[in-house]
């Protein structure tokens, strides 16, 4: 929430975004942002002035959670395991994002398209990635040219792919889980901790 705002305001603030994580939950980034201004006891035009779009609406709602994500890769940029602990927060994110009906669309808005906006969802979270990811590539277990926004992408597609399902989350584990080990099991561990973003070879 903004600094500096009147407690009126500091109190609209907090019942809109209370009602947008609740509508969001129920309905996904397609949330109607009327529907919340009606629930919030607020006008469309004071929604709007405190969130200027849908963008910085479902930034907010999931604000809170990123930045726990972005604490547990801090946390984990010391384990004697670079590549399990880079997995590990894939799985964390994967788990989020595939039950928190909206991140994945969230992600998907947002894209990296404007990384001068330090707040948005992907940028902070391809910021507490990189640790972990540059870790695991000095250990060899991830190809060198893998970056955290290829990373975001395939967690994103994850989330888009299973949300609303009865078991999204099991179903999104076992996706990453795929992608993780390949479709080559005979390969070494290391080779297939990550999968490289070159293109198909002929």
């Given at each position: ?31 109607s ?17 405190h ?48 039950s ?23 940028v ?13 590539a ?38 990453l ?11 070494p ?14």
């Open positions: 929430m903004p600094d500096g705002q009147r407690a009126d305001a500091r109190r609209n603030y907090a019942r809109i975004l209370a009602v947008a994580e609740r509508e969001v939950a129920a309905h996904g980034a397609d949330a942002l009327e529907r919340i201004a009606r629930l919030a006891g607020v006008g469309s035009a004071t929604v709007r002035r969130f200027p779009g849908r963008r910085a609406l479902l930034r907010a709602v999931f604000g809170e959670r990123i930045e726990s994500l972005c604490a547990h890769a801090e946390s984990l940029t010391g384990a004697a395991d670079a590549r399990a602990a880079l997995l590990e927060w894939l799985g964390a994110l994967t788990d989020y994002s595939a928190a009906r909206g991140m994945g669309e969230a992600l998907a808005q947002d894209g990296l398209d404007d990384p001068s906006h330090e707040s948005v969802c992907a902070v979270l391809c910021r507490g990635l990189e640790p972990l990811l540059r870790r695991a000095q250990a060899g277990a991830v190809a060198p040219d893998v970056t955290a926004a290829e990373l975001l992408a395939l967690v994103t597609g994850i989330a888009l792919a299973t949300e609303g399902r009865p078991e999204a989350a099991v179903e999104a584990r076992r996706l889980d795929l992608t993780v080990r390949g479709v080559s099991p005979g390969q561990a290391a080779e297939r901790a990550v999968p490289a973003s070159a293109g198909p070879r002929p």
